[in-house]
């Protein structure tokens, strides 16, 4: 599947896909479901999840080198936080369309989620991403030092 590839152009659609996700997950809280961010939370926690299991699967398929890694987290990176000042932009000047302000339940946040979702998305999955990477290339190194001593 040539989307588990890593290269920048892939590292762009992931990004663009992480937003495009959450944002239908926020309209679909505000307009279909009518509910206070239900949908909204658990893609915060299921997404970063999803995407840590493809991105292994990639990883673990592929084996890229570590430049190639780079250029996808610079790809994915770049887009994400890209598109997401954008929309915190648009949300903060009350221009950007998933917001209905006529009924309030629990948690009133109407555009306060979109820096919720930039931290679970972008942050936490940058972050466990890292520290996998970290904790292979520890193993690795283990294991060499294991056979050559």
């Known amino acids: 599947m040539k989307l588990l590839k890593m290269n920048f152009a892939n590292g762009l659609l992931w990004g663009l896909l992480a937003w495009l996700v959450m944002t239908l997950a926020d309209a679909l809280d505000e307009f279909v479901f009518d509910c206070d961010s239900g ?7 299921a997404f970063p999840v999803l995407f840590l299991i493809l991105y292994w699967v990639s990883f673990r398929k592929n084996r890229p ?3 190639a890694c780079l250029k996808w987290f610079v790809g994915y990176l770049l887009t994400g936080v890209t598109v997401g000042l954008t929309i915190i932009d648009l949300v ?5 369309i998933p917001q209905r302000t006529d009924r309030c339940y629990l948690l009133c946040l109407n555009g306060i989620e979109y820096y919720i979702f ?3 998305v972008l942050g936490f ?3 466990i ?11 690795g ?3 060499s030092n294991r056979r050559n001593g």
């Open 39 to 45: 949908a909204g939370y658990c893609m915060c926690i």
């Open 65 to 67: 080198e570590l430049l």
């Open 125 to 127: 999955f940058t972050v």
């Open 141 to 143: 190194y283990k294991k």
């Open 118 to 120: 930039a931290i679970t």
């Open 92 to 96: 903060v000047n009350g221009h950007f």
């Open 129 to 139: 991403c890292i520290l996998i990477h970290g904790i292979v290339a520890c193993y």
